[in-house]
């Protein structure tokens, strides 16, 4: 059965740094890696500005990148270009939420995943090839891989946590909008391919009702760790008052199917009280499209990669306002 895994909670007052040192070392992060070893930090960076709940906390990301430092001093930040069918480049959004800053201070690396040479990784489902093209870094060169998002709901998803960080390490935005309908399988042989190791999900803020950009802001001040991404997940659901076992993606991914109970894991504290308060998902009338697009590739195509797409994003637009606005 192996050991079981580990799960830190700890709450947020002034600063992350005390509550992710202690957190590191209950994980044994030391055990994983030797001074020198790359270490790769993935954010959830999914809007072109900061926005509390959305994404993750550029305070955060700056004290975790302190707290690695006594582990090794090759640590790099990444993400790939955003919007979906609105692009935006990530290095707009480096220069905006202060990590172009922050890689300067702390001489760490910041790289555009976008930009980066890629190799793809082959597997079958549902009768179908599937050839997706992740960066050669980050399947060759990092020997610890850290998923840093945030708790929310998500329309598409119904949460979106460490499993899913993982989705923006597809290089180029329209092929996730083409893998969407099989985004469950992809999603899991990514963070397979990737071997990723840790989980730090940055709860100061979470957003409700809906996701994964237009919800409530809720004030939580809690961080977590695991150095199991299944694990942190099913944790992190229950501190929502979501079930696990409605998550399909959170299932798909885990050994046989099976989700333990959080009593399962090893835990620093009792877990219990911090709980709360309760998320639930309220889809708008305009998140159908999308969701049912989610969920069909012939839908995905019409909507995204057939010659009617652009008429029909201009419609749409003109009741409702883009996802990713850049002002």
């Known amino acids: 059965m192996g050991n079981p895994a580990k799960v830190f909670l700890e709450r947020i007052d002034d600063s992350y740094l005390k509550g992710l040192r202690e957190g590191l070392s209950f994980l044994d992060v030391a055990s994983m890696i030797r001074p020198g070893d790359a270490v790769f930090i993935k954010p959830n960076l999914t809007f072109p500005h900061y926005r509390e709940g959305v994404m ?18 090759d640590i790099t930040i990444g993400e790939s270009d955003g ?11 480096f220069e905006k939420t202060g990590l172009s800053a922050l890689s300067k201070k702390h001489a760490v690396k910041l790289v555009n995943l976008s930009k980066l040479p890629s190799r793809p990784i082959h597997f079958e489902y549902q009768g ?42 597809i290089q180029e935005p329209p092929l996730r909008l083409r893998l969407h309908p099989f985004f469950n399988k992809v999603v899991s042989e990514i963070n397979r391919a990737l071997r990723v190791r840790l989980s730090i999900i940055d709860g100061r803020h979470g957003l409700n009702r809906n996701g994964p950009m237009r919800g409530d802001v809720v004030d939580l001040g809690w961080m977590l760790l695991s150095d199991d991404i299944v694990a942190a997940d099913i944790v992190c659901t229950t501190l929502m008052g979501i079930d696990p076992r409605t998550v399909d993606h959170l299932s798909f991914s885990a050994p046989g199917g099976e989700l ?18 309760r998320f639930h998902l309220k889809r708008e009338f305009w ?17 995204y990669h057939s010659p009617l797409a652009g008429v029909l994003h201009k419609a749409m637009y003109l009741f409702r306002e883009k996802f990713y606005e850049h002002v």
């Open 56 to 73: 993750t906390s550029p305070e955060c990301i700056e004290q975790l990148v302190i707290a690695l430092k006594d582990y090794s001093s």
């Open 260 to 277: 333990p109970p959080p009593d399962r894991f090893l835990f620093n504290r009792d877990y219990r009280p911090f709980i709360g308060p």
């Open 128 to 169: 179908k090839s599937f050839n997706v093209p992740l960066p050669v870094f980050l399947l060759d060169h990092v020997k610890l891989f850290i998923t840093v998002p945030v708790p929310k709901v998500h329309a598409n998803t119904r949460v979106s946590m460490s499993i899913k960080n993982q989705w923006g390490c």
């Open 287 to 303: 998140d159908y499209p999308g969701y049912f697009a989610f969920r069909s590739p012939s839908l995905a195509y019409l909507a």
């Open 83 to 93: 919007g979906g069918y609105n692009r935006f480049p990530m290095e707009d959004v």
